[in-house]
């Protein structure tokens, strides 16, 4: 790959946060972060209090990369058809013809994912991993290029299912927003005295401009130390005592995947440990399964990983 390939990712990707920034006030890591999932074909959960711009910060990375984009809003009574589609029977031709819902287009946004049974969940499972839909047993592909940023309310039980591991499990990463500081509210505030900054986003990438950002990101080199190391530290979050279940084989592609396009945005075409330590809490602590007692220790997904990360040695070639 080509050094110019790279720098035009990094131009062209830094209009895309410089875009989303201009909304979403101080979580730069959280914006870099949820680029880096666009850029590898992985889909993102933002979990967090509301209030705090997932939505926004949905609605905003959608703008700046242009394609379709639709919005599912999840409650308890929405059926897998309100998602996926459904065939019509057409009187004029005596036919059915199918119907396609709002699952296709580019960018979904899966607004309160948590309010939707684990019935209607079970429709994005083959949409999300197999990129198609499958209805009355004929598939149709969805859209290339397929992006889910789905949100979830963590503090409301109320009409709130929790998301199935199978689900979490297809989430390439679960970020957080966060509270922000004083002077980023204070920003806020500022910002919205006469309209929502959203109105003021632009369209930062061409029609085929992301198809091609994810194929350099795919030529991203990679040392098989750095494919050994991604491997030791997901064979640890199976071995430790505080876990019943362990992030799986599509962990650790999705943790190299993760760590190749953060590589990317930092205008190299190899990966270093350093790209694969920046993704590995969000990438894994989410596919984690705790035992009870693991809470009632303090120790947490996040806090497992981020020990795991200190136990496992750095390849010797980029041990400094």
């Known amino acids: 790959m080509s050094a110019a390939s790279i720098t ?20 730069q890591d959280t914006v870099r972060l949820a680029v880096a999932a666009l850029l590898c074909n992985g889909h993102v959960l933002v979990d967090d209090i509301p209030g705090v711009g997932k939505t926004t910060l949905a609605k905003a990375l959608a703008r700046t990369i242009g394609g379709s984009f639709k919005r599912i809003q999840f409650t308890p009574d929405l059926l897998p058809a309100d998602i996926t589609g459904t065939s019509v029977f057409n009187q004029k031709t005596c036919e059915f013809e199918f119907r396609p819902g709002p699952i296709f287009a580019n960018v979904v946004l899966a607004d309160e994912i948590n309010r939707a049974t684990p019935k209607t969940l079970s429709s994005l499972l083959e949409c999300m991993e197999e990129l198609q839909v499958t209805v009355d047993g004929v598939t149709y592909p969805v859209p290339r290029p397929f992006f889910i940023i789905a949100t979830q309310n963590n503090v409301e039980r109320r009409s709130a299912y929790p998301l ?6 297809r989430f390439l990463m679960r970020l957080s927003m966060g509270y922000p500081d004083k002077a980023g509210e204070t920003k806020i505030l500022e910002n919205q005295l006469h309209e929502h900054p959203i109105a003021r986003v ?3 990438l061409g029609d085929e401009d992301l198809s091609s950002l994810q194929d350099t990101v795919r030529q991203v080199r990679v040392d098989p130390c750095i494919s050994e190391y991604v491997v030791e530290i997901v064979s640890r979050t199976r071995e430790r005592s505080e876990t019943d279940l ?15 396009a953060m ?5 190299r075409d ?21 035992k009870p007692d693991a809470a009632l220790k303090g120790i947490t997904a996040e806090r ?12 010797v070639a980029y041990d400094r």
């Open 304 to 315: 497992l990983v981020m020990e795991i990360l200190h136990e496992v040695a750095v390849p």
């Open 263 to 267: 590589a990317a945005l930092a205008g």
């Open 202 to 204: 632009v369209r930062a």
């Open 246 to 260: 362990g992030a799986s084989p599509r962990g650790s592609i999705g943790l190299l995947n993760a760590g190749r």
């Open 164 to 169: 199935p591991e199978s689900q979490l499990d």
């Open 8 to 27: 035009v990712l990094r131009d062209k990707v830094s209009s895309v946060i410089r875009e989303i920034e201009g909304v979403i006030v101080g979580k």
């Open 270 to 290: 190899y990966t270093l440990p350093d790209d694969i330590k920046s993704v590995a809490i969000p990438v894994l602590a989410h596919r984690l399964m705790m």
